[in-house]
């Protein structure tokens, strides 16, 4: 007698039927269509026993529902992607999604490489000098006038040279006297420290920090015997070829100061009226 061969699930008998083994259990491919199958993300479809079953991130498909949303062309076997979980061919997800050049205006392909500076895109190739026209690449470059130029091609068009060491300033500088300088070339004359952001003057075109203009230039109070600067609206007296401080400026025996008052000689020192009276 021969031994029965049933559906595991619906008992009916598969002799003579085509049927599906899983975990080594046998069923008829209704039930196991109705059981085990994978619904269609497109038709929303069982997907049965006699259908390719495409799957992508525990998403599945029929292979003639497998298809670009937009242009419905199939992508079995093609690249693809995805946007808001709708499958799109690599031309469409361009036109749509993806950046464009901003030299050749062209799409940017997914996958191929991009140059990106200040939110516009370009193809490697189409990321060039202006002057040279070579690849730009990874280099350092400095975009002027909505064109971007390598370093050496930008120094020999744009780049105003210093007039100290005569090669060109590609940032910052110093302008003085209508003549540009690198700010590490622009030195006081007297001690060499940077003048860049600090006071200074000027005495026959050579520039000077104060203390060294005032050190060497400046005339001295005739009573401290310190530089009088005389820079930045600072005041002094000056009488008979010799020059105070303001605040120097005071009588040698009280000490009261004499700015704006009458006082009196005596050889070198100066003296109130009160304290003069008895010379």
């Given at each position: 007698?021969?031994?029965?061969?049933?559906?595991?699930?619906?008992?009916?008998?598969?002799?003579?039927?085509?049927?599906?083994?899983?975990e080594?259990?046998?069923?008829?491919?209704?039930?196991?269509?109705?059981?085990?199958?994978?619904?269609?993300?497109?038709?929303?479809?069982?997907?049965?026993?006699n259908?390719?079953?495409?799957?992508?991130?525990?998403?599945h498909?029929?292979?003639?529902?497998?298809?670009?949303?937009?242009?419905?062309?199939s992508?079995?076997?093609?690249?693809?992607s995805t946007?808001?979980?709708?499958?799109?061919?690599?031309?469409?997800?361009?036109?749509?999604?993806?950046?464009?050049?901003?030299?050749?205006?062209k799409?940017?392909?997914?996958?191929?490489?991009?140059?990106?500076h200040?939110?516009?895109?370009?193809?490697?190739?189409?990321?060039?000098?202006?002057?040279?026209?070579?690849?730009?690449?990874?280099?350092?470059?400095?975009?002027?006038?909505?064109?971007?130029?390598?370093?050496?091609?930008?120094?020999?068009?744009?780049?105003?040279q210093?007039?100290?060491?005569?090669?060109?300033i590609?940032?910052?500088?110093?302008t003085?006297h209508?003549?540009?300088?690198?700010?590490?070339?622009?030195?006081?004359?007297?001690?060499?420290?940077?003048?860049?952001?600090?006071?200074?003057?000027?005495?026959?075109d050579?520039?000077?920090c104060?203390?060294?203009?005032?050190?060497?230039?400046?005339?001295?109070?005739?009573?401290?015997?310190?530089?009088?600067s005389?820079?930045?609206?600072s005041?002094?007296?000056?009488f008979?070829?010799?020059?105070?401080?303001?605040?120097?400026?005071?009588?040698?025996?009280?000490s009261?100061?004499?700015?704006?008052?009458?006082?009196?000689?005596?050889?070198?020192?100066?003296?109130?009226?009160?304290c003069?009276?008895?010379?």
């Amino acid at each position: 007698m021969t031994e029965r061969y049933d559906c595991h699930y619906c008992k009916e008998s598969l002799f003579g039927k085509k049927y599906v083994l899983r975990e080594e259990n046998p069923y008829c491919i209704k039930c196991y269509e109705s059981l085990y199958s994978n619904t269609c993300e497109e038709c929303k479809k069982p997907i049965g026993c006699n259908s390719r079953d495409l799957s992508y991130k525990d998403r599945h498909w029929h292979e003639d529902c497998f298809h670009c949303f937009q242009c419905k062309r199939s992508l079995v076997d093609k690249p693809f992607s995805t946007k808001d979980e709708q499958l799109l061919c690599t031309e469409c997800y361009s036109n749509e999604y993806s950046s464009k050049c901003h030299d050749c205006k062209k799409t940017i392909m997914p996958g191929s490489r991009k140059m990106e500076h200040k939110g516009n895109s370009w193809h490697e190739t189409c990321f060039t000098c202006q002057r040279c026209q070579q690849p730009i690449g990874t280099k350092s470059f400095i975009p002027k006038d909505n064109h971007n130029y390598c370093v050496p091609c930008y120094e020999k068009q744009f780049a105003m040279q210093c007039v100290h060491c005569k090669k060109p300033i590609t940032t910052g500088g110093v302008t003085y006297h209508d003549q540009p300088w690198h700010k590490d070339c622009f030195l006081c004359t007297g001690c060499k420290q940077q003048l860049s952001g600090q006071r200074f003057t000027s005495r026959d075109d050579f520039a000077y920090c104060l203390n060294c203009y005032c050190n060497l230039y400046a005339k001295k109070c005739a009573s401290c015997t310190t530089p009088i600067s005389g820079l930045g609206g600072s005041k002094y007296i000056s009488f008979e070829e010799r020059q105070w401080h303001n605040d120097c400026f005071n009588c040698k025996k009280c000490s009261v100061s004499l700015v704006g008052r009458g006082f009196l000689t005596e050889r070198d020192d100066i003296l109130c009226p009160e304290c003069g009276k008895d010379m």
